[in-house]
């Protein structure tokens, strides 16, 4: 036995119509936890992770391919992408080691995508009643919101470019939807 | 084709190549930038409906949106036909197919029309009266005789039988001023706010910007001509990137903390480059929402005022100006306001022959009256039109002094067209609709915004400011407010201050045979409302409901505000008095594509489907729906029925090996110090004596004692479980988790997350489920003594860190291999290769069901029902007798939890061994039959395999202490006898759960 046997990390998915306006790249492979606990835990971790701990509820702190979310006052989603869980968990468990905290890994829980481009909030905000323009959420806002009958967690990137991740098995109802509003902000 | 009445300026369309359109199966020629109902006017056709009760000939009334009479089906080919959609909206492009409703057989012709005659019978509350007509007539009658004819007849449009194969189109959006409405009040606040640099949003109903400025032809601002300075400002709002201006959108209801619902109708104006989306449903989340949605005409009421041909007088001078289409060709005008004479001087410079001006008020005078008369424009004041007549068309009006009765003193004056204008009333429905209050303006005689909420404003002639200049002012006004600008002053001219009267009742004339209709719609006269309070009605709510007026698709635009009038005279109360009647959304009819959005077909619901479900679909499984997910429901073979194949998997899983993909489960890891003191308190079970590598059945109560869910609790290490829930409850149990954590039990160092998706579940079951699995399983011993029954080991299973589980829901040896589950598919396809040369089975939840039941294991929600405690189920033992509190404990020693006699859970074997009962069967007592004592209900029921009989699980009061009676099934005319056993029908000492 050997790791590895070939691995389907997204699920199928209808096709998004990528276009200059908006394209939706897979993110593929990713180690992500859920960590869960208090302040000196995050920051452990994000030593642990190489990354400064957001402090503020609703902001991601990433550097290279590893970022931090913080998604409640408690609830810090770690992401490296490109990794395998099984390595970072140790580093992680040995960092945490003695503090209260829940670390749990959910990398194949759910599944990344890059929504890129003119049109990216505006597909988003297919589904997404949340206001998306820069002073409400600005480049490194990260938050759990719903998507129509989906929840996603949303995370801006940069100006023109948004991160989404969904439960593995909604992923093609959020695609779906995605593609269906491209189209219907053809004319946009 | 000519355009007869299309005047040689030809208004804002031009002549250019003509578009041919049909309506009612007539071919004519229109022009861009035409609406169906200009197009249709340019050729001299007023009659366009017949009425909704009646079935009299119905003319287009108005220009806009308020629209009560000129509604048509219109039919775009395969699935899109559109019914009742005003003529006055529609958009005419090349081949549009278009047609009247409610006439049968012909427009001209129209046999309902009897109706009329039979007026009496349709009088005010004839609904409410047949409903409750005497009993004589018999229910039966009403049923196959009456509703049907009147079904037929009083219908509006058909609804589409084809699916709509158009797009539709909903996003979500937000800025800081949405302003609603682009005439001159809408124009200055957006442009206002646009140059503080607001985020703003600035829509209109009709296809082109502009409201009112774009028939004005003699005001001037800021020295400019109206039309030059609204392309003016168009340009300069097109400049600002800050400003998104949408036409073709209705603002169609106001909602909490400025939600505002907008249509626009993306399909009308290209539908090429659109994708084929035809509407588009914006919900706009504003911060601030400024309403300029203007005023609209009312219609004046007198007898015959529905004859096609009898406008509102604004509406003529519209079509005059816009689409250079004249109304008639010897216009009457009748009026009760100044403004109406501007249409009737705009008529005469445009070469249109104006019969007079009948106007109601004794001394008319002002700068139009006078204008007017200077014109040459007879004037007859202190006059009101008697009656019309005309069979598919005025042709006469006959005018007498406002108090007469007598015929004798009214002069004929024969008219094509007659125009009306009965004062102006400002929309103030999404006013209405954010709370604003409403407060009544005597003045105009109408209702204008008061108090207003937070953050909504109205400016202009939605706001009871009449008048250019005063538009102007309150827009730009509004627009600095919310903008945080600062106010300009626009110049403005040749536009004449306008009044009217409103409190002049016309008498009827002793000679007029037609109704005074108030709502054209629903075919409301004045005189169903002088019943409806003669009748007793005191308020407008119920004189509304009494005479359905202001009911129809118009919800009474034009309506409302005389039908109350008019019940305020006759109860002899003054209007404010009479009440007013709420405005609802949507503010003109939505379709359902726009509100359904992308949400249908795969897209309505998310369809989840675990990882292993393409292999599956390729064995040819049949599925069934559990909440969203797709389950693997049994695995046919080639000429096998569902009966056969459940049978097959059953019998092969018992005798060797079966495999079932279990991913749907809820899972959701408890981690912390204090993780197993609370799942104490959540589960009935204790778990701090649960050894690390040990698993446990546990079940959930609610506060009121009754099971709500059930699972396998395993402890991974002193701080971490894994525990599973049922498929559908796997959400709301850890709702249920998160409420007490947050709210009992917020000390507590322990925190949930769910990992139902992070891993894949194969549950291997049978007498070899071991052989299968051992030879893929690594760093895990997987004998009898090493990994007993209820255990769990972490390890790796094809190379792939798992979590193996051995756990049984069969009643056989069973695993449940947790992996990751992008490698779920992987280890499935592993374990069903290595179950090949052992007589594997790939088995689907029917067949689980059977298994299970065979054991009498409890399905929560199936044999349970909301009402069910442990001890009713026989799970008494999964109650931690010596824990001190857990969810649901003090329930369990409430009286009528601890009085005998409650139903319990037991097994029934029917005497007839192939007789499966129905689940949810009754049961009743020895007696049987109808006269039986009612006992309980089957909870399951399958034709067991491992048997070769029928089985049945049951709910039955004192169940416990019949085993051994025989109980009786009443079903379908005859009565089943069943013995009462045990709910445990395969191996009830367990031995084949230890090997």
């Known amino acids: ?188 | 084709m000519s355009e007869p009445f299309r005047i040689a300026t030809g208004g804002d369309v031009k002549a250019g190549a003509p578009l041919t359109f049909m309506f009612d199966g007539v071919s004519y020629a229109g022009r861009a930038g035409d609406t169906l109902a200009s197009a249709l006017l340019a050729h001299g056709v007023h009659l366009v409906g017949r009425s909704y009760k009646y079935h009299r000939p119905r003319g287009v009334l108005s220009a806009g949106a308020e629209e009560p009479n000129a509604l048509v089906g219109v039919d775009g080919g395969a699935g899109r036909f559109t019914p009742n959609l005003r003529a006055t909206q529609v958009e005419l492009h090349d081949g549009l197919v278009a047609t009247s409703q409610n006439r049968w057989p012909s427009l001209a012709f129209d046999l309902g029309a009897v109706n009329s005659l039979g007026a009496r019978f349709f009088s005010a509350g004839f609904y409410y009266k047949t409903f409750m007509g005497p009993r004589a007539a018999g229910l039966r009658a009403w049923k196959n005789v009456f509703e049907p004819i009147v079904r037929q007849a009083a219908g509006l449009g058909a609804a589409p039988t084809a699916p709509d194969p158009d797009r539709y189109a909903q996003f979500y959006t937000h800025c800081d001023a949405l302003i609603v409405g682009a005439g001159a009040a809408g124009l200055a606040a957006a442009l206002a706010a646009g140059r503080a640099g607001a985020d703003v949003i600035l829509c209109d109903e009709q296809a082109r910007f502009g409201g009112s400025l774009l028939q004005e032809r003699t005001a001037t601002i800021d020295d400019a001509p109206a039309s030059a300075w609204l392309e003016a400002a168009l340009a300069a709002l097109a400049a600002m990137p800050n400003v998104r201006m949408v036409a073709r959108t209705q603002a169609f209801g106001h909602h909490a903390q400025n939600l505002v619902g907008l249509c626009e109708r993306v399909g009308d104006r290209d539908s090429a480059a659109s994708e084929g989306v035809r509407e588009r449903l914006w919900q706009v989340r504003a911060r601030d929402v400024v309403l300029a949605t203007g005023a609209i005409e009312r219609p004046l009421v007198f007898p015959g005022n529905d004859r096609p041909g009898v406008m509102l007088a604004e509406a003529a001078r519209a079509y005059l100006a816009r689409w250079g289409v004249a109304v008639g060709r010897r216009v009457l005008v009748a009026t009760t306001h100044d403004s109406a004479y501007r249409v009737a001087l705009d008529l005469r410079a445009a070469g249109v022959g104006v019969a007079g001006v009948v106007d109601l008020r004794d001394a008319p005078t002002g700068e139009l009256v006078e204008a007017a008369r200077g014109a040459g424009i007879r004037v007859l004041a202190g006059r009101a039109i008697k009656s019309t007549s005309g069979r598919l068309r005025i042709r006469e009006a006959r005018i007498g002094p406002v108090a007469s009765t007598e015929a004798a003193q009214e002069e004929r004056i024969a008219c094509d067209a007659l125009l009306m204008c009965g004062g102006w009333t400002p929309s103030v429905h999404l006013h209405a609709q954010s709370r604003g209050k409403l407060v009544w303006a005597p003045a105009i005689g109408a209702f204008v915004p008061g108090q207003a909420a937070a953050h909504v404003r109205s400016a202009g002639a939605c706001n009871g400011a009449f008048g250019l200049a005063a538009a102007l002012r309150e827009g730009d006004a509004a627009g600095a407010a919310v903008a945080g600008g600062s106010a300009r002053a626009y110049a403005t001219a040749h536009d004449p201050p306008q009044t009217g009267a409103r409190d002049i009742a016309p008498a009827r004339s002793a000679a007029a045979k037609d109704k005074a209709f108030l709502d054209f719609q629903n075919d409301v006269a004045v005189e169903d409302v002088e019943l409806a309070v003669r009748e007793g009605m005191r308020s407008i709510e119920h004189v509304k409901r009494y005479t359905t007026t202001g009911m129809a698709t118009d919800q009474g635009k034009t309506s409302n505000l005389n039908a109350l009038e008019v019940a305020a005279r006759a109860l002899g109360k003054a209007v404010p008095e009479v009440g007013l009647t709420t405005y609802r959304s949507p503010y003109t009819p939505v379709t359902f594509g726009a509100l359904a959005g992308a949400s249908r077909g795969d897209l309505f619901d998310p369809v989840r489907r675990t990882p292993i479900d393409p292999w599956a679909q390729a064995q040819g499984a049949a599925f069934e729906d559990v909440g969203l997910w797709k389950r693997a429901h049994y695995f046919p073979r080639a000429g096998e029925s569902m009966a056969q194949a459940v049978a097959r998997e059953c019998r092969q899983t018992r005798a060797s090996v079966g495999l079932f993909d279990a991913s749907t489960l809820g899972k959701i890891e408890v981690v912390g110090p204090d993780a197993a003191a609370f799942l104490e308190k959540m589960y009935t079970n204790p778990f701090a004596g649960l050894a690390p590598g040990r698993c446990r059945y546990a079940l959930m109560l609610n506060e009121a004692g009754f099971v709500i869910d059930d699972g396998v609790v395993a402890r991974l290490a002193p701080d971490r479980f894994h525990v599973t829930t049922t498929t559908g409850g796997a959400a709301r149990v850890l709702h249920h988790m998160e409420d007490y954590l947050q709210t009992e039990f917020p000390q507590m160092k322990v925190w949930l997350t769910s990992t139902s998706e992070q891993w894949a579940v194969i549950a291997v079951q049978g007498p070899r489920a071991r052989d299968v699995i051992t030879p893929l399983v690594e760093e895990i011993d997987l004998s009898r003594e090493a990994t007993p029954h209820m255990s769990v080991r972490e390890g790796r299973v094809c190379g792939f860190a798992a979590r193996v589980m051995r756990v049984s829901f069969t009643g056989e040896l069973g695993f449940e291999i947790n992996v990751p589950s992008e490698h779920g598919r992987a280890v499935w396809e592993a374990v069903w290769a290595e179950g090949a040369s052992r007589e594997a089975v790939a088995y689907g939840t029917e067949a689980m069901h059977v298994m299970r039941a065979e054991k009498g294991y409890v399905i929560v929600g199936q044999d349970t029902d909301g009402t069910v405690t442990p001890d009713d189920l026989g799970l008494g033992w999964a109650i931690g007798k010596n824990k001190r509190d857990f969810v649901g404990k003090r329930s369990l020693a409430r009286p009528d939890i601890v009085a005998a006699g409650r139903k319990q859970f037991v097994g029934l074997l029917t005497e007839d061994p192939a007789f499966v009962a129905e689940e949810g069967a009754q049961i009743v007592d020895a007696r049987g039959g109808a006269g039986g004592a009612a006992l309980g209900h089957v909870t399951s029921a399958y034709f067991s395999p491992a048997l070769g009989r029928s089985i049945a699980l049951a709910l039955v009061a004192n169940g416990r202490n019949r085993i051994g009676e025989t109980l009786h099934i009443p079903i379908m005319g005859r009565t089943i006898a069943a013995r009462v056993v045990a709910p445990t029908f395969h191996d009830p000492q367990g031995a084949l759960l230890d090997v």
Request: charged share 20%; hydrophobic share 50%.
């Open chain 1, 1 to 188: 036995m050997s790791e590895a046997r070939a691995a389907n990390p997204t699920p199928p998915t209808p096709a998004f119509p990528d276009d200059a306006e908006a394209s939706l790249q897979s993110v593929g492979a990713a180690a992500r936890f859920v960590l869960r606990g208090e302040t000196p835990a995050a920051r452990l971790a994000g030593e642990a992770l190489g990354v400064a701990a957001p402090g503020r509820i609703n902001r991601a702190e990433a550097a290279g391919l590893r970022a931090m979310l913080r998604l409640g006052p408690d609830e810090w989603l770690l992401v490296a992408d490109g990794e395998a869980p099984a390595g970072l968990a140790g580093s992680l468990a040995q960092a945490l080691d003695g503090t209260p905290h829940s670390l749990v890994d959910v990398s194949a829980r759910q599944v990344g995508f890059v929504l890129d481009g003119r049109l990216a909030a505006r597909l988003i905000s297919a589904g997404c009643p949340l206001d998306l323009r820069d002073g409400a959420f600005p480049v490194g806002a990260a938050t759990r919101t719903i998507f129509l009958k989906a929840e996603i967690v949303l995370w801006r990137r940069a100006a023109q470019t948004w991160r989404l991740e969904v439960w593995r098995s909604f992923a093609p109802y959020l695609i779906g939807h995605l593609a269906e509003a491209r189209r219907g902000a053809a004319d946009l």
